[in-house]
Protein backbone atom coordinates (compact mmCIF):
# COMPACT_ATOMS: atom_id res chain seq x y z
CA UNK A 1 0.00 0.00 0.00
CA UNK A 2 3.34 2.55 0.61
CA UNK A 3 4.92 4.36 -1.84
CA UNK A 4 8.10 3.48 -0.25
CA UNK A 5 7.54 -0.04 -0.03
CA UNK A 6 6.49 -0.58 -3.71
CA UNK A 7 9.88 1.48 -4.59
CA UNK A 8 11.72 -0.95 -2.42
CA UNK A 9 10.08 -3.81 -4.08
CA UNK A 10 11.01 -2.75 -7.54
CA UNK A 11 14.71 -2.51 -6.38
CA UNK A 12 14.24 -6.18 -4.96
CA UNK A 13 12.92 -7.59 -8.64
CA UNK A 14 16.00 -5.95 -10.35
CA UNK A 15 18.42 -7.57 -8.02
CA UNK A 16 16.91 -10.87 -7.95
CA UNK A 17 16.74 -10.68 -11.99
CA UNK A 18 20.48 -10.15 -11.82
CA UNK A 19 20.51 -7.01 -12.73
CA UNK A 20 21.61 -3.43 -11.08
CA UNK A 21 18.76 -1.90 -12.89
CA UNK A 22 16.36 -1.42 -15.91
CA UNK A 23 16.42 -0.26 -19.29
CA UNK A 24 14.01 2.90 -19.43
CA UNK A 25 10.82 1.96 -20.86
CA UNK A 26 9.83 3.23 -24.70
CA UNK A 27 6.81 4.73 -23.18
CA UNK A 28 8.21 5.62 -19.96
CA UNK A 29 5.71 8.33 -19.36
CA UNK A 30 2.58 6.38 -18.81
CA UNK A 31 4.74 3.96 -15.71
CA UNK A 32 6.25 7.59 -13.94
CA UNK A 33 5.00 6.95 -10.11
CA UNK A 34 6.10 8.21 -6.71
CA UNK A 35 10.12 6.91 -5.38
CA UNK A 36 10.56 5.77 -8.59
CA UNK A 37 13.19 7.15 -11.39
CA UNK A 38 12.55 6.43 -15.07
CA UNK A 39 15.18 8.18 -16.82
CA UNK A 40 18.30 7.67 -17.93
CA UNK A 41 17.26 4.27 -16.23
CA UNK A 42 14.00 2.80 -14.41
CA UNK A 43 14.98 2.16 -10.47
CA UNK A 44 13.96 2.45 -7.36
CA UNK A 45 15.51 6.10 -5.82
CA UNK A 46 16.67 4.37 -2.67
CA UNK A 47 19.83 3.36 -1.40
CA UNK A 48 20.78 -0.45 -2.90
CA UNK A 49 21.31 -2.28 0.89
CA UNK A 50 17.64 -3.12 1.85
CA UNK A 51 16.59 -4.01 -1.93
CA UNK A 52 19.69 -6.53 -1.92
CA UNK A 53 18.16 -8.13 1.23
CA UNK A 54 14.84 -8.38 -0.10
CA UNK A 55 16.33 -9.68 -3.49
CA UNK A 56 17.42 -12.70 -1.09
CA UNK A 57 14.19 -13.79 -0.48
CA UNK A 58 12.90 -13.85 -3.42
CA UNK A 59 15.60 -15.81 -4.94
CA UNK A 60 16.14 -17.72 -2.14
CA UNK A 61 12.79 -18.56 -1.04
CA UNK A 62 10.14 -16.76 -3.86
CA UNK A 63 9.36 -13.97 -2.13
CA UNK A 64 11.00 -10.63 -0.40
CA UNK A 65 9.45 -10.93 3.13
CA UNK A 66 11.53 -13.43 4.04
CA UNK A 67 14.68 -10.90 3.16
CA UNK A 68 12.79 -8.95 5.55
CA UNK A 69 12.62 -11.63 8.10
CA UNK A 70 16.05 -12.50 7.77
CA UNK A 71 17.34 -8.67 7.91
CA UNK A 72 15.56 -8.68 11.27
CA UNK A 73 16.93 -11.79 12.80
CA UNK A 74 20.86 -10.22 11.40
CA UNK A 75 19.71 -7.07 13.35
CA UNK A 76 19.48 -8.98 16.84
CA UNK A 77 22.15 -11.06 16.35
CA UNK A 78 24.34 -8.18 15.91
CA UNK A 79 22.83 -6.19 18.27
CA UNK A 80 23.22 -8.95 21.37
CA UNK A 81 27.42 -8.99 19.98
CA UNK A 82 27.48 -4.91 19.94
CA UNK A 83 25.85 -4.94 24.00
CA UNK A 84 28.86 -7.26 24.73
CA UNK A 85 31.16 -4.89 24.62
CA UNK A 86 29.31 -3.06 28.13
CA UNK A 87 27.59 -6.19 29.14
CA UNK A 88 27.80 -9.40 30.79
CA UNK A 89 26.33 -12.09 28.52
CA UNK A 90 22.57 -12.26 29.75
CA UNK A 91 22.33 -9.06 29.92
CA UNK A 92 23.62 -9.01 26.02
CA UNK A 93 20.91 -11.70 25.17
CA UNK A 94 18.18 -9.72 27.47
CA UNK A 95 18.89 -6.72 25.24
CA UNK A 96 18.44 -8.85 21.78
CA UNK A 97 15.49 -10.19 22.59
CA UNK A 98 14.43 -6.72 23.80
CA UNK A 99 14.99 -5.42 20.33
CA UNK A 100 13.12 -8.28 18.22
CA UNK A 101 10.22 -8.08 20.74
CA UNK A 102 10.50 -4.13 19.85
CA UNK A 103 11.25 -3.91 16.06
CA UNK A 104 9.94 -6.84 14.61
CA UNK A 105 6.32 -6.31 14.39
CA UNK A 106 7.00 -3.03 12.27
CA UNK A 107 10.08 -3.73 10.89
CA UNK A 108 9.15 -7.50 10.07
CA UNK A 109 6.54 -6.61 8.23
CA UNK A 110 7.20 -3.39 6.12
CA UNK A 111 9.75 -3.55 2.98
CA UNK A 112 11.20 0.09 3.72
CA UNK A 113 13.74 -1.06 5.94
CA UNK A 114 14.88 -0.40 9.83
CA UNK A 115 16.31 -3.73 10.67
CA UNK A 116 19.53 -3.60 8.18
CA UNK A 117 20.41 -0.28 9.02
CA UNK A 118 20.25 -1.20 12.49
CA UNK A 119 22.36 -4.43 11.74
CA UNK A 120 25.31 -1.38 10.45
CA UNK A 121 25.09 1.05 13.42
CA UNK A 122 25.38 -1.98 15.63
CA UNK A 123 28.07 -3.21 13.78
CA UNK A 124 29.82 0.04 13.73
CA UNK A 125 29.30 1.36 17.35
CA UNK A 126 29.81 -1.99 18.58
CA UNK A 127 33.58 -2.63 16.70
CA UNK A 128 34.81 1.10 17.59
CA UNK A 129 33.67 -0.04 21.18
CA UNK A 130 36.36 -2.60 21.20
CA UNK A 131 38.86 -0.99 18.97
CA UNK A 132 39.02 1.88 22.15
CA UNK A 133 39.96 -1.15 24.09
CA UNK A 134 41.58 -3.69 21.80
CA UNK A 135 43.24 -2.24 18.45
CA UNK A 136 42.76 -5.12 16.41
CA UNK A 137 42.48 -5.25 12.85
CA UNK A 138 39.01 -7.43 12.75
CA UNK A 139 37.31 -4.78 14.70
CA UNK A 140 38.40 -2.48 12.53
CA UNK A 141 37.09 -3.86 9.48
CA UNK A 142 33.62 -5.10 11.53
CA UNK A 143 33.30 -1.07 11.97
CA UNK A 144 34.01 -0.46 7.62
CA UNK A 145 31.41 -3.55 7.46
CA UNK A 146 28.80 -1.43 9.42
CA UNK A 147 29.41 2.06 8.17
CA UNK A 148 29.42 0.39 4.63
CA UNK A 149 26.27 -1.24 5.51
CA UNK A 150 24.81 2.43 6.72
CA UNK A 151 26.26 4.25 3.39
CA UNK A 152 23.80 1.69 1.49
CA UNK A 153 20.61 1.71 3.86
CA UNK A 154 20.90 5.00 5.93
CA UNK A 155 23.61 7.38 4.73
CA UNK A 156 22.09 10.34 6.34
CA UNK A 157 21.66 9.32 9.90
CA UNK A 158 24.49 7.13 9.66
CA UNK A 159 27.24 9.37 8.65
CA UNK A 160 25.87 10.90 12.03
CA UNK A 161 26.77 7.65 13.43
CA UNK A 162 30.26 7.19 12.02
CA UNK A 163 31.23 10.97 13.13
CA UNK A 164 30.85 10.40 16.86
CA UNK A 165 32.55 6.78 16.58
CA UNK A 166 35.41 8.42 14.95
CA UNK A 167 35.43 10.96 17.27
CA UNK A 168 35.68 8.43 20.32
CA UNK A 169 38.12 6.21 18.77
CA UNK A 170 40.57 9.35 17.69
CA UNK A 171 39.66 10.70 21.24
CA UNK A 172 41.75 7.16 22.47
CA UNK A 173 44.91 8.63 21.28
CA UNK A 174 46.05 5.18 19.46
CA UNK A 175 49.72 5.39 18.43
CA UNK A 176 50.26 6.62 15.07
CA UNK A 177 51.89 3.43 14.11
CA UNK A 178 48.72 1.13 15.81
CA UNK A 179 46.31 3.97 14.47
CA UNK A 180 47.59 2.87 10.55
CA UNK A 181 48.41 -0.64 10.96
CA UNK A 182 45.54 -1.97 12.77
CA UNK A 183 43.10 0.37 12.32
CA UNK A 184 43.14 2.39 9.05
CA UNK A 185 44.53 -0.05 6.84
CA UNK A 186 42.23 -2.88 7.77
CA UNK A 187 39.84 -0.77 7.22
CA UNK A 188 40.74 0.64 3.79
CA UNK A 189 40.64 -3.21 2.44
CA UNK A 190 36.95 -2.57 2.96
CA UNK A 191 35.79 0.71 2.14
CA UNK A 192 37.34 1.55 -0.81
CA UNK A 193 36.54 -1.78 -2.66
CA UNK A 194 32.65 -0.55 -1.28
CA UNK A 195 33.47 2.75 -2.85
CA UNK A 196 34.05 1.56 -6.17
CA UNK A 197 31.50 -0.43 -5.88
CA UNK A 198 28.92 2.53 -5.35
CA UNK A 199 30.07 4.82 -8.02
CA UNK A 200 29.52 1.74 -10.16
CA UNK A 201 26.45 1.12 -9.09
CA UNK A 202 25.16 4.91 -9.34
CA UNK A 203 26.74 5.27 -12.70
CA UNK A 204 24.82 2.50 -13.81
CA UNK A 205 21.38 3.88 -12.27
CA UNK A 206 22.13 7.54 -13.07
CA UNK A 207 24.84 7.72 -15.63
CA UNK A 208 27.42 9.65 -12.90
CA UNK A 209 29.32 7.84 -10.37
CA UNK A 210 28.86 10.52 -7.98
CA UNK A 211 25.36 11.34 -8.28
CA UNK A 212 22.71 9.27 -6.29
CA UNK A 213 19.58 7.66 -7.58
CA UNK A 214 17.76 9.39 -4.74
CA UNK A 215 19.51 12.96 -5.62
CA UNK A 216 18.79 12.57 -9.41
CA UNK A 217 15.18 11.68 -8.35
CA UNK A 218 14.45 14.81 -6.14
CA UNK A 219 15.94 17.14 -8.85
CA UNK A 220 13.48 15.55 -11.29
CA UNK A 221 10.34 15.21 -9.22
CA UNK A 222 10.98 17.07 -5.80
CA UNK A 223 9.14 19.99 -4.88
CA UNK A 224 11.45 21.48 -2.05
CA UNK A 225 14.75 20.54 -0.43
CA UNK A 226 15.45 17.40 1.06
CA UNK A 227 16.63 18.95 4.35
CA UNK A 228 15.27 22.10 6.26
CA UNK A 229 18.89 24.05 5.85
CA UNK A 230 19.04 23.99 2.23
CA UNK A 231 17.73 27.40 0.59
CA UNK A 232 15.05 26.53 -1.47
CA UNK A 233 14.11 25.41 -5.02
CA UNK A 234 14.45 28.33 -7.86
CA UNK A 235 12.04 26.17 -10.04
CA UNK A 236 9.25 23.73 -9.45
CA UNK A 237 9.32 20.55 -11.74
CA UNK A 238 6.53 20.07 -14.22
CA UNK A 239 4.19 16.61 -13.75
CA UNK A 240 2.61 15.09 -16.34
CA UNK A 241 0.21 13.40 -13.59
CA UNK A 242 -2.16 15.57 -11.09
CA UNK A 243 -1.19 12.54 -8.50
CA UNK A 244 2.03 13.44 -8.41
CA UNK A 245 1.89 17.20 -8.58
CA UNK A 246 -0.60 16.00 -5.54
CA UNK A 247 1.88 14.26 -3.85
CA UNK A 248 5.13 16.81 -4.24
CA UNK A 249 3.40 19.53 -4.89
CA UNK A 250 0.35 19.86 -3.27
CA UNK A 251 1.36 17.88 0.00
CA UNK A 252 5.14 17.97 0.53
CA UNK A 253 6.18 21.01 -0.14
CA UNK A 254 3.34 22.98 2.11
CA UNK A 255 4.78 21.01 5.05
CA UNK A 256 8.69 22.00 3.88
CA UNK A 257 7.59 25.30 4.18
CA UNK A 258 6.00 25.50 7.56
CA UNK A 259 8.51 23.69 8.63
CA UNK A 260 11.09 26.13 7.85
CA UNK A 261 9.05 29.15 9.99
CA UNK A 262 9.47 29.38 13.75
CA UNK A 263 6.21 27.80 14.86
CA UNK A 264 6.15 25.01 12.12
CA UNK A 265 9.63 23.88 13.09
CA UNK A 266 8.87 23.63 16.72
CA UNK A 267 5.59 22.13 16.33
CA UNK A 268 7.65 19.40 13.97
CA UNK A 269 9.89 19.16 16.35
CA UNK A 270 7.34 18.26 19.03
CA UNK A 271 6.05 15.88 16.44
CA UNK A 272 9.60 13.93 15.78
CA UNK A 273 10.17 13.96 19.64
CA UNK A 274 6.72 11.41 20.21
CA UNK A 275 7.48 9.40 17.10
CA UNK A 276 10.48 8.37 18.26
CA UNK A 277 9.71 7.92 22.26
CA UNK A 278 6.98 6.04 21.23
CA UNK A 279 8.56 3.37 19.09
CA UNK A 280 12.27 3.08 21.03
CA UNK A 281 11.10 3.72 24.62
CA UNK A 282 7.20 3.52 25.27
CA UNK A 283 5.96 3.52 28.52
CA UNK A 284 7.97 -0.03 28.79
CA UNK A 285 11.40 1.62 28.32
CA UNK A 286 10.37 5.16 29.70
CA UNK A 287 12.18 4.63 33.60
CA UNK A 288 14.86 2.67 32.54
CA UNK A 289 15.62 5.55 29.68
CA UNK A 290 15.44 8.51 32.47
CA UNK A 291 17.52 6.81 34.38
CA UNK A 292 19.82 6.88 31.70
CA UNK A 293 19.69 10.43 31.54
CA UNK A 294 20.67 10.82 35.26
CA UNK A 295 23.47 8.15 35.19
CA UNK A 296 26.87 9.08 37.08
CA UNK A 297 29.77 10.28 34.63
CA UNK A 298 32.04 7.25 33.63
CA UNK A 299 29.11 4.99 33.36
CA UNK A 300 30.77 4.43 29.75
CA UNK A 301 27.39 5.24 28.03
CA UNK A 302 28.96 8.90 26.45
CA UNK A 303 29.79 6.78 23.20
CA UNK A 304 26.30 5.13 22.50
CA UNK A 305 24.79 8.30 23.88
CA UNK A 306 25.60 10.98 22.10
CA UNK A 307 25.02 8.90 19.26
CA UNK A 308 21.37 8.47 19.60
CA UNK A 309 21.73 12.44 20.05
CA UNK A 310 23.88 13.37 16.90
CA UNK A 311 21.14 11.19 14.91
CA UNK A 312 17.92 12.83 16.22
CA UNK A 313 19.92 16.16 15.68
CA UNK A 314 20.68 15.83 12.23
CA UNK A 315 16.57 14.73 11.82
CA UNK A 316 15.81 18.07 13.03
CA UNK A 317 16.68 19.20 9.83
CA UNK A 318 14.73 16.70 7.79
CA UNK A 319 11.49 16.99 6.94
CA UNK A 320 9.87 13.86 8.78
CA UNK A 321 11.08 11.68 11.15
CA UNK A 322 9.65 8.39 10.64
CA UNK A 323 11.19 5.05 13.22
CA UNK A 324 13.30 3.24 10.83
CA UNK A 325 15.29 7.02 10.26
CA UNK A 326 16.91 6.36 13.22
CA UNK A 327 17.78 2.78 12.96
CA UNK A 328 21.53 3.20 12.50
CA UNK A 329 21.06 4.17 16.57
CA UNK A 330 18.98 1.31 17.65
CA UNK A 331 21.51 -0.38 19.07
CA UNK A 332 22.59 2.34 20.78
CA UNK A 333 19.10 2.94 22.25
CA UNK A 334 18.80 -0.48 23.62
CA UNK A 335 22.04 -0.65 25.67
CA UNK A 336 20.88 2.26 26.93
CA UNK A 337 17.60 0.72 27.80
CA UNK A 338 19.49 -2.07 29.38
CA UNK A 339 21.53 -0.55 31.30
CA UNK A 340 18.91 1.38 32.74
CA UNK A 341 17.58 -1.75 33.56
CA UNK A 342 20.46 -3.18 35.60
CA UNK A 343 20.77 -0.13 37.49
CA UNK A 344 16.89 -0.13 38.06
CA UNK A 345 17.19 -4.35 39.15
CA UNK A 346 19.43 -2.71 42.11
CA UNK A 347 16.30 -0.48 43.47
CA UNK A 348 15.44 -2.31 46.89
CA UNK A 349 13.29 0.33 49.65
CA UNK A 350 13.53 -1.34 52.57
CA UNK A 351 15.20 -4.55 51.64
CA UNK A 352 12.54 -5.34 48.94
CA UNK A 353 13.20 -6.21 45.59
CA UNK A 354 11.21 -3.76 43.78
CA UNK A 355 13.66 -3.30 41.17
CA UNK A 356 13.89 -6.22 40.11
CA UNK A 357 10.39 -6.83 40.15
CA UNK A 358 9.91 -4.06 37.87
CA UNK A 359 13.05 -5.50 35.20
CA UNK A 360 10.99 -8.46 35.04
CA UNK A 361 7.70 -6.63 34.59
CA UNK A 362 9.53 -4.76 31.68
CA UNK A 363 10.91 -7.97 30.02
CA UNK A 364 7.10 -9.30 29.99
CA UNK A 365 6.01 -6.73 28.62
CA UNK A 366 8.67 -6.46 26.04
CA UNK A 367 7.70 -9.98 25.07
CA UNK A 368 4.24 -9.19 24.85
CA UNK A 369 4.94 -6.24 21.77
CA UNK A 370 6.23 -9.75 19.68
CA UNK A 371 3.46 -12.42 20.79
CA UNK A 372 0.18 -10.19 20.90
CA UNK A 373 0.75 -9.52 17.36
CA UNK A 374 2.11 -12.81 16.56
CA UNK A 375 -0.99 -14.75 18.16
CA UNK A 376 -3.46 -12.29 16.54
CA UNK A 377 -1.63 -13.60 12.67
CA UNK A 378 -1.80 -17.30 13.90
CA UNK A 379 -5.26 -17.88 15.18
CA UNK A 380 -7.30 -14.88 13.37
CA UNK A 381 -8.58 -14.49 9.76
CA UNK A 382 -5.33 -12.29 8.76
CA UNK A 383 -5.44 -8.84 7.14
CA UNK A 384 -8.05 -8.62 3.68
CA UNK A 385 -5.73 -8.16 0.79
CA UNK A 386 -5.72 -4.46 -0.99
CA UNK A 387 -8.07 -3.80 -3.70
CA UNK A 388 -5.30 -3.56 -5.95
CA UNK A 389 -4.17 -6.99 -4.78
CA UNK A 390 -7.45 -8.71 -5.21
CA UNK A 391 -7.40 -7.12 -8.98
CA UNK A 392 -3.78 -8.56 -9.92
CA UNK A 393 -5.17 -11.87 -8.45
CA UNK A 394 -8.33 -11.87 -10.75
CA UNK A 395 -6.65 -11.31 -13.68
CA UNK A 396 -3.72 -13.79 -13.10
CA UNK A 397 -6.59 -16.07 -12.53
CA UNK A 398 -7.53 -15.63 -16.46
CA UNK A 399 -4.30 -16.09 -17.56
CA UNK A 400 -2.70 -14.24 -20.38
CA UNK A 401 -1.72 -10.55 -19.86
CA UNK A 402 -3.51 -7.52 -19.33
CA UNK A 403 -2.79 -3.66 -19.18
CA UNK A 404 -4.55 -1.81 -16.15
CA UNK A 405 -5.20 1.66 -17.41
CA UNK A 406 -5.04 4.14 -14.35
CA UNK A 407 -6.62 7.62 -14.25
CA UNK A 408 -7.89 8.84 -11.38
CA UNK A 409 -10.95 11.11 -10.03
CA UNK A 410 -10.60 14.78 -8.99
CA UNK A 411 -9.73 14.50 -5.36
CA UNK A 412 -7.98 11.71 -5.15
CA UNK A 413 -5.41 10.92 -2.73
CA UNK A 414 -2.32 11.05 -3.80
CA UNK A 415 -0.84 8.71 -1.11
CA UNK A 416 -3.17 5.68 -2.39
CA UNK A 417 -1.20 4.98 -5.91
CA UNK A 418 -2.23 2.00 -8.14
CA UNK A 419 0.76 2.14 -10.80
CA UNK A 420 3.46 0.59 -10.07
CA UNK A 421 5.00 -2.60 -11.74
CA UNK A 422 7.57 -5.11 -11.87
CA UNK A 423 11.65 -4.97 -12.98
CA UNK A 424 10.48 -5.72 -16.60
CA UNK A 425 7.49 -4.22 -17.84
CA UNK A 426 7.17 -5.43 -20.91
CA UNK A 427 7.26 -9.63 -19.04
CA UNK A 428 5.05 -8.76 -16.51
CA UNK A 429 2.00 -10.55 -16.60
CA UNK A 430 -0.39 -7.75 -14.99
CA UNK A 431 1.19 -4.02 -15.87
CA UNK A 432 -0.24 -0.80 -14.61
CA UNK A 433 0.05 1.88 -16.63
CA UNK A 434 -1.54 6.04 -16.13
CA UNK A 435 -3.74 7.17 -19.22
CA UNK A 436 -2.32 10.01 -20.91
CA UNK A 437 -3.37 12.24 -23.68
CA UNK A 438 -5.45 10.16 -26.55
CA UNK A 439 -2.37 10.13 -28.97
CA UNK A 440 -0.22 8.66 -26.52
CA UNK A 441 -2.69 6.18 -25.35
CA UNK A 442 -2.99 4.87 -28.64
CA UNK A 443 0.69 4.47 -29.05
CA UNK A 444 0.68 2.01 -25.38
CA UNK A 445 -2.27 0.41 -27.39
CA UNK A 446 -0.14 -0.35 -30.16
CA UNK A 447 3.05 -1.76 -28.29
CA UNK A 448 0.98 -3.82 -25.91
CA UNK A 449 -1.59 -4.77 -28.69
CA UNK A 450 -0.88 -8.44 -27.58
CA UNK A 451 -2.53 -7.35 -23.88
CA UNK A 452 -5.93 -7.36 -22.89
CA UNK A 453 -7.11 -4.03 -21.55
CA UNK A 454 -8.86 -3.00 -18.51
CA UNK A 455 -9.90 0.37 -17.20
CA UNK A 456 -9.68 1.06 -13.40
CA UNK A 457 -12.88 2.60 -12.21
CA UNK A 458 -12.50 4.21 -8.88
CA UNK A 459 -13.52 4.96 -6.35
CA UNK A 460 -15.51 1.22 -6.50
CA UNK A 461 -11.32 -0.49 -7.45
CA UNK A 462 -13.34 -2.24 -10.07
CA UNK A 463 -11.85 -2.49 -13.77
CA UNK A 464 -13.68 -2.98 -16.74
CA UNK A 465 -12.56 -4.35 -20.09
CA UNK A 466 -11.52 -2.00 -23.07
CA UNK A 467 -11.60 -3.32 -26.27
CA UNK A 468 -8.31 -2.69 -28.24
CA UNK A 469 -10.22 -1.04 -31.39
CA UNK A 470 -11.65 1.59 -29.39
CA UNK A 471 -8.19 2.91 -27.93
CA UNK A 472 -6.66 2.49 -31.42
CA UNK A 473 -8.89 4.40 -33.00
CA UNK A 474 -10.32 7.00 -30.46
CA UNK A 475 -9.67 8.94 -28.04
CA UNK A 476 -10.12 8.36 -24.71
CA UNK A 477 -12.84 10.58 -22.88
Not at 114 to 120: D, E, R, T, V
Not at 242 to 253: A, L, N, P
Request: hydrophobic share 45%; net charge positive; aromatic share 10%.
Amino acid sequence: MIHDDFSNLLASDTFASGRLTNPAHPLWQHFESTHIIQQPTYMSQYPPGNGLMLAVGQALFGTPIVGVWLSMGLAAAVIAWMLRGWLPPYWALLGAVIAACRFSPSWGEMYTGGALAACGGALLIGAVQRLIGSPRPRYAILAAAGAVILANTRPYEGLAVAVVCSVFLAASRPTLKTALTRIIAPALLVLLPAAVWMGYYNQRITGDPLVLPYQLHDATYAANPLFLWQSDLERIPDYRHQSMRDYYQGWERPRYLRKREFLGFNSSLVTKIYVFSRFYIGPTLLIPALLMVFWRRGSGMAMPGIAVAAVLLALTQALYLHPHYVAPAAGAMILLAVQGMRRLRLWRPRGRPVGAAFTAGIVGVSLLYLLAPLSGVLTGPGRDPTPRTNIIRQLQEQGGEHLVLVRYPPGHSSHEEWVYNRANIDQAQVVWARELDPRSNRRLAAYCSGRRFWRLALPGAKIVEVELSSLLSAGVD
